[in-house]
Nanobody, 124 residues
Framework: QVQLVESGGGLVQTGGSLRLSCAAS????????MGWFRQAPGKEREFVAS????????YYADSVKGRFTISRDNAKKTGYLQMNSLKPEDTAVYYC?????????????????WGQGTQVTVSS
């Protein structure tokens, strides 16, 4: 099992920044990649970004490219999501998730373990 704990959410004005963290523990050796997803009220959970632990390869949803940056610190077993130029439409609960090497990174069902989520609210 892999345990994931997110932190760093909060309330920010349009154009502001936040950095989310996701600390992993447990059988982290089984984790191939970390992903960030978000879910707004009444909407489906959507892919935001992902990064592989070993090579650091990154992937982003078109909606966040150029504004969000995903990174990881292997020594700390922690992933990060730096969010800049935030917009009201970025408001959602943000989740980090862990997956193995098989499956498509943008689909939630590919991921085996999930954090509890952290609320991000962007005011206009």
């Amino acid at each position: 099992q892999v345990q994931l704990v997110e932190s760093g959410g909060g309330l920010v004005q349009t154009g502001g920044s936040l950095r989310l963290s996701c600390a992993a523990s447990g059988r982290t050796a089984s984790s191939y990649a970390m992903g960030w997803f978000r879910q707004a009220p009444g909407k489906e959970r959507e892919f935001v970004a992902s990064i592989t632990w070993s090579s650091g390869s990154t992937y982003y949803a078109d909606s966040v490219k150029g504004r969000f940056t995903i990174s990881r610190d292997n020594a700390k077993k922690t992933g990060y999501l730096q969010m800049n130029s935030l917009k009201p439409e970025d408001t959602a609960v943000y989740y980090c998730a862990s997956r193995g090497p098989i499956g498509l990174r943008q689909f939630p069902h590919t991921y085996d373990y999930w954090g509890q989520g952290t609320q991000v609210t962007v005011s206009s």
